[in-house]
């Protein structure tokens, strides 16, 4: 078949409709939280419907214990409860309880092409030098993705800046998709990359995402640190002895001044430019400790909230499994229309 970027565009006139997932590979991150939960808090209350998964399926691309999984899962359903998803409100499930994710992902797979696939940066930094040795799941993950997203005809999706390649390859998937079949069906999605910490940096090393999965502890803030926890993060982050200057192109060379006055501005809903106008000539001694009250502020009340609601892992198990049935009747019928284009026989 042609190529993909000659297909004529997605579904037209889609209603608006919001999904993202994340990984229960580990402990919440103050990047997961900047980059993507406060925001899915945000669209929550914007009025259009909201889908939030986690996504254990991508988890077990690499090794993960069972247990922990399964305690990671629950802790991050409670993490976004109390980050302030509302079950009610919004769609609250883990991918593995509606299996159209999985079964979109296997047509999905049979759409992308293996080079679109060998392209994509997170694959080749998680596989390694050993790439061999990576599962087939790593390689095709961004498949599955695609699928996660246009299960549901999502329209927007509130991601980090790590994940824009995949959304851009989800987008390659759905036009050549449209364009195979000679549909309109899947819409083409909107990544939606906003705010000021769409790409928080370790703690130990500017030049470095944040995330779950790094060795060192002190490199990420957890959403379950206590107050003391954040505290010290803050005082040993890894910055420099110049003070702060009074505009954010002096920062250019200093990543890790530059992360900090990200996340302040995150944290308290200001522009970097704010942040650099407030601390202008202030030194680390002073602003480490502003951010560390600021941070603890915002993040102690949510730590407390995790550890009440995993007093009842039956409750969060419950909300999951009912967030699921919600969200397996909106993907059902897509996948079923799906297989019909597709040329599958289906029981009537
Ligand atoms: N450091 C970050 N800054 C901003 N946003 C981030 N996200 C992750 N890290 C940062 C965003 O969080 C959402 C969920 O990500 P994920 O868990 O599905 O996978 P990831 O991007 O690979 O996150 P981690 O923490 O780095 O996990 P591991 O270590 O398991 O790979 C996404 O929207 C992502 O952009």
Not at 284 to 302: C, D, N, Q, T, Y
Not at 307 to 329: C, K, P, Q, S, T
Request: glycine share 8%; with cysteine.
């Amino acid at each position: 078949m042609t190529d993909a970027q000659t297909a004529p565009g997605g579904a037209a006139g889609a209603p608006p409709r919001v999904f993202s997932g994340i990984q229960p590979s580990g402990g919440l991150t103050l990047g997961n939280y900047l980059g993507a939960l406060k925001r899915f808090v945000e669209m929550q209350d914007s009025g259009v419907e909201t889908l939030y998964c986690l996504v254990d399926l991508h988890a077990i691309t690499v090794w993960q214990d069972p247990a922990k999984l399964r305690h990671a899962t629950r802790e991050l359903a409670a993490g976004f409860i109390a980050a302030g998803i509302d079950p009610a409100r919004s769609i609250l499930f883990n991918q593995s309880q509606v299996s159209a994710h999985a079964e979109l992902g296997w047509v999905l797979n049979c759409v992308a092409r293996m080079g679109w696939l060998g392209r994509m940066t997170q694959f080749k930094d998680k596989a390694g030098r050993n790439r061999e040795n990576a599962s087939v799941g790593l390689f095709a993950y961004p498949c599955l993705m695609a699928a996660d997203v246009m299960v549901y005809h999502t329209t927007h999706v509130p991601v980090g800046e790590d994940q824009k390649q995949h959304l851009e390859l989800a987008r390659e998937i759905a036009l050549k998709f449209n364009h195979d079949y000679e549909v309109d069906f899947f819409p083409v999605v909107e990544p939606v990359i906003e705010g000021a910490a769409t790409r928080v940096m370790s703690l130990r090393d500017g030049t470095k995402k944040m995330s779950k999965s790094d060795a060192s502890d002190m490199s990420r803030i957890n959403l379950t640190d206590d107050a003391d926890t954040i505290s010290l993060k803050i005082r040993k982050a890894r910055t420099d002895s110049e003070p702060l200057p009074d505009n954010l192109a002096a920062l250019s060379e200093r990543p890790e001044a530059r992360n900090l006055v990200n996340i302040y501005a995150a944290l308290s809903d200001q522009t970097p430019e704010a942040v650099v106008a407030q601390f202008a000539g202030q030194g680390f001694g002073s602003f480490k400790p502003a951010l560390a009250e600021l941070a603890v502020s915002v993040l102690a009340p949510i730590n407390d909230e995790i550890n009440r609601l995993m007093g009842d892992v039956g409750e969060i198990d419950r909300i999951l499994g009912a967030g699921a049935a919600r969200a397996d009747a909106i993907a059902r019928p897509i996948l079923e229309q799906t297989y019909d284009i597709v040329g599958m026989v289906r029981a009537r």
